[in-house]
């Protein structure tokens, strides 16, 4: 079980990121968001590729679940942190944190 404050940790070790509000939400960002944290800390959302959203709800749906708008089938996906192992939040984290890098880089 991971809670708010352990996803934070986790999501500021990783570089160049920085923590700042977005709406009612955490987000965590490299110029780009790649999650975010909700304010009860019971979930994160995290931006994923489609096709690894996919794996990620078919491997472990009980801590994965696509998000239900346009976002969602971008590849946005909810992490449901108390059903969710560090392990899963940490790799979860930098799948997400690799693309924002990629995407802050590119012109």
């Given at each position: 079980?991971?809670?708010?404050?352990?996803?934070?940790?986790?999501?500021?070790?990783?570089?160049?990121?920085?923590?700042?509000?977005?709406?009612?939400?955490?987000?965590?960002?490299?110029?780009?968001?790649?999650?975010?944290?909700?304010?009860?800390?019971?979930?994160?959302?995290?931006?994923?590729?489609?096709?690894?959203?996919?794996?990620?709800?078919?491997?472990?749906?009980?801590?994965?679940?696509?998000?239900?708008?346009?976002?969602?089938?971008?590849?946005?996906?909810?992490?449901w942190l108390e059903?969710?192992?560090?392990?899963?939040?940490?790799?979860?984290?930098?799948?997400?944190?690799?693309?924002?890098?990629?995407?802050?880089?590119?012109?």
């Open positions: 079980m991971v809670d708010g404050a352990t996803f934070t940790r986790m999501a500021m070790l990783l570089p160049e990121t920085v923590a700042a509000p977005h709406f009612d939400r955490t987000a965590f960002k490299v110029r780009r968001i790649y999650a975010t944290l909700a304010a009860d800390g019971r979930s994160a959302n995290l931006m994923f590729t489609p096709e690894e959203q996919e794996f990620k709800c078919m491997l472990a749906p009980e801590v994965f679940q696509r998000i239900d708008n346009g976002w969602g089938r971008k590849g946005a996906t909810t992490l059903k969710a192992s560090e392990e899963d939040a940490r790799a979860a984290l930098k799948m997400a944190h690799a693309h924002a890098v990629v995407r802050a880089r590119t012109p």
